[in-house]
């Protein structure tokens, strides 16, 4: 059982890769000096990835690897090195006394300069993370341009900017009480170490997420990725050894048991605190098992998010039309899942989406059109989970209008699937799928809609589409979700806190708001 697979939507199967392997050179130096070939080359085999442990790049112990599967075809790309409990402690120990004993949580010059010098060497590195992102966590040409490589690469430059606005001390006046006149002053501090715990859905958006500003504020990392998708963490340990981090501030630890490496940065005393992206069900398992230590947690987890359509919603067609659960293929978790739709235009609605996804048919899952945004799922347990639920699905009696299947041939791929007539009782319309899976059903009023998409466990996001501008800003105030985007508004951006109510998590990432969850707050006093 994979506790710590830190798999939105349910653990998954093993999965790897790698790098840096001095036995390949050749290859380093072609992937560092030419973009990737749009077509799958399924003979081609990433050199063997490597640990980051206080300072060096080496094997895991007893020099173990495990296979990186491709969801494009299923086949072997790499292996990855295969860390042990013994590796493990090793990262932790250095990220502890890289901590306690050096001055990186003191020197602000020093580490801002360091962690700039990394984001020039992630950006000079595209074209590789682009390979890395495509055979490795099998997006879409469409998502490597957006989310997958380049919009975490462009999130470096805003994180400076949020971190250079960080009040570090500020001073509260004087004030009287228990018979003295004290001077008092707030003062902000790097937390301590972190494990950061990542998926493998957007696995560089999520790591550039925790792992820069956690850096930038002064804490030592140990660095756990997903087993689907090592290599797009271990090119982060590679890369911060050419920069020169000193030994211990970032650890890279891959792993093919992840409830083990997991759980042992979850309970290990000299770790202050847990960032974890993944499931709801882990993130319950990582508050149980870090209570007796008392860590600090920030938990991004599952959503079930809902869009909201009135009838005067501006351009009705186009607002239900682009509601298709396609890109990365439905592996989101702030993706908008459910669509209620008000019930006078409800059967429009369902001739739109039929039509919209008769055309989308044979535009999804090409590795060769720079358009697509769909590719695979991540594994073969993925694809036969999300087959589960559709099964389900119809079972319970909701109607299929388009998907439902498994494509035939390589790879691990579900059609673009949308039921229709969905209760929101139902188990589609409840948990987290995670994949290309939409459903649908028809609510009567503003009231109706919102107790309807107040009635989930989640509350990640969600959107509102209506021409009535005071309507829309009551309903999103209503909602109970971290996020809400009006008629099409985008309300996730890297100077945006992005989080969720309920069991979509604790915390927030991303805005001041993500610097503050790797700080504490010191007050001083002193007699004035």
Known sequence: MYLYSNCKGGAQENGTDGWQDDRDNRHLSRLRSQPPSLELDTTMIFPDSKLYIDGVLRPATGDISFDNI??????????????TAEDMDAAIAAARRAFDETDWSTNRAIRRDLVHTFGLALKANRHRLAEIARHEVGAAPGAISSIQ??????????????????????????????????????????AGVVGAITPWNVPLYITVGKVVPALLAGCTVVLKPAPDTPLMAAILGELAAEVGFPPGVLNVVTGSEPALLGEMLVTDPRVDLISFTGSTSVGRRIMEKAAPT??????ELGGKSAGIVFADAPDFAQAVARSIVCFHAGQGCAMITRLLVERSRYDEAVTVLSAAYAGYATRWGDPDDLANVMGPVISSRQRDRVMGYIEQGIAEGARLIAGGKVRPGSGFFVEPTCFVDVSNAMTIAREEIFGPVLVVMPFDDEDDAVRI??????????????????RAMRVARRLRTGSVGINGGMPIAVDLPFGGYKQSGIGKEWGIEGFEEYLETKSIALPA
């Open 70 to 83: 491709s969801p494009w075809t299923g086949e072997t790309v790499g292996r990855a090195a295969d860390a």
């Open 453 to 470: 998409a107040n009635d989930s466990q989640f509350g990640l996001s969600g959107s509102v589409r209506t021409g009535d501008p005071e």
């Open 294 to 299: 008392l860590k600090r947690l920030f938990l």
């Open 149 to 190: 490589v380049d919009g975490p690469l462009g999130f470096l430059d805003p994180l400076f900017a949020l971190f250079d606005k960080i009040e570090w001390e500020t001073p509260m006046g004087d004030a009287s009480g228990f018979g003295m006149t004290s001077r008092r002053l707030l003062v902000k501090e790097p």
